[in-house]
């Protein structure tokens, strides 16, 4: 899964830079620092784990000016595959920052997404 955040990501045009750890200085904006969690959300009677809950947060960070249009496309893109999110602004001394959280469970055998009700 970390590879595919980290390829929608890299695909939004307007952002510098794209890390799976927050860096020691964030110097280059804007830029998107990330982190996956996985956890089982359904087994087989063989014990296999069938379907698997995914949560990624994605913080988005840039100098000055909206974050609107590059937290637009990351979501718009995540939805297309059908992750569904939730965004919060959390503005800093010297930059702008907004956290995504996007969620949805993975069918392992058909690779589709889905939300669990």
Same mark, same amino acid.
């Given at each position: 899964?970390?590879?595919?955040?980290? !390829?929608?990501?890299? !695909?939004?045009?307007?952002?510098?830079?794209?890390?799976?750890?927050?860096?020691?200085?964030?110097?280059?904006?804007?830029? *998107?620092?990330?982190?996956?969690?996985?956890?089982?959300?359904?087994?087989?009677?063989?014990?296999?784990?069938?379907?698997? !809950?995914?949560?990624?947060?994605?913080?988005?960070?840039?100098?000055?000016?909206?974050?609107?249009?590059?937290?637009?496309?990351?979501? *718009?893109?995540?939805?297309?595959?059908?992750?569904?999110?939730?965004?919060?602004? *959390?503005?800093? *001394?010297?930059?702008?920052? !907004?956290?995504?959280?996007?969620?949805?469970?993975?069918?392992?055998?058909?690779?589709?997404?889905?939300?669990?009700?």
């Amino acid at each position: 899964m970390s590879r595919d955040v980290n !390829s929608i990501l890299n !695909s939004v045009s307007e952002l510098k830079d794209v890390e799976p750890n927050y860096p020691d200085e964030i110097t280059v904006f804007p830029m *998107a620092v990330y982190s996956t969690v996985r956890k089982t959300f359904n087994r087989n009677a063989d014990n296999e784990e069938t379907d698997t !809950s995914w949560t990624v947060t994605i913080d988005v960070f840039k100098q000055q000016g909206s974050l609107t249009a590059i937290v637009d496309e990351i979501t *718009a893109k995540f939805a297309n595959i059908g992750f569904v999110a939730t965004v919060q602004q *959390a503005n800093q *001394a010297g930059f702008n920052r !907004s956290i995504i959280t996007l969620t949805g469970v993975i069918d392992n055998t058909s690779r589709r997404v889905y939300q669990a009700h």
